[in-house]
Nanobody, 122 residues
Framework: QVQLVESGGGLVQPGGSLRLSCAAS????????MGWYRQAPGKQRELVAA???????NYADSVKGRFTISRDNAKNTVYLQMNSLKPEDTAVYYC????????????????WGQGTQVTVSS
């Protein structure tokens, strides 16, 4: 089994910062891409940022210049540094990983974390 465990969410004032972490553990052979998604009440889940195993990154236009995604391959961990937070960033943030587990499957399997709440409010 594979688990993705997020941490670092919470309540922050507009203009503040938070750092999310997501650690993957379990029967992992190799991790391909990792990313962060978010879902606000009444809205669809959307991609926030993603990073490949080689370090290439992709960001939603709404967070470019404010959020930075990074990963530590040795620790199977992905981070999301969020600066200049706005009330519209309020959402549940989910970690996602595309990885090969130890089942021997030719194709990677997609896994989700349980989500962590980020609330930006004064």
């Amino acid at each position: 089994q594979v688990q993705l465990v997020e941490s670092g969410g919470g309540l922050v004032q507009p203009g503040g910062s938070l750092r999310l972490s997501c650690a993957a553990s379990g029967s992992i052979f190799s991790i391909n891409a990792m990313g962060w998604y978010r879902q606000a009440p009444g809205k669809q889940r959307e991609l926030v940022a993603a990073i490949t195993s080689g370090g290439s990154t992709n960001y939603a236009d709404s967070v470019k210049g404010r959020f930075t995604i990074s990963r530590d391959n040795a620790k199977n961990t992905v981070y999301l540094q969020m600066n200049s937070l706005k009330p519209e960033d309020t959402a549940v943030y989910y970690c996602n990983a595309d990885l090969w587990d130890l089942s021997g499957s030719y194709y990677p399997t997609n896994y989700w974390g349980q989500g962590t709440q980020v609330t930006v409010s004064s």
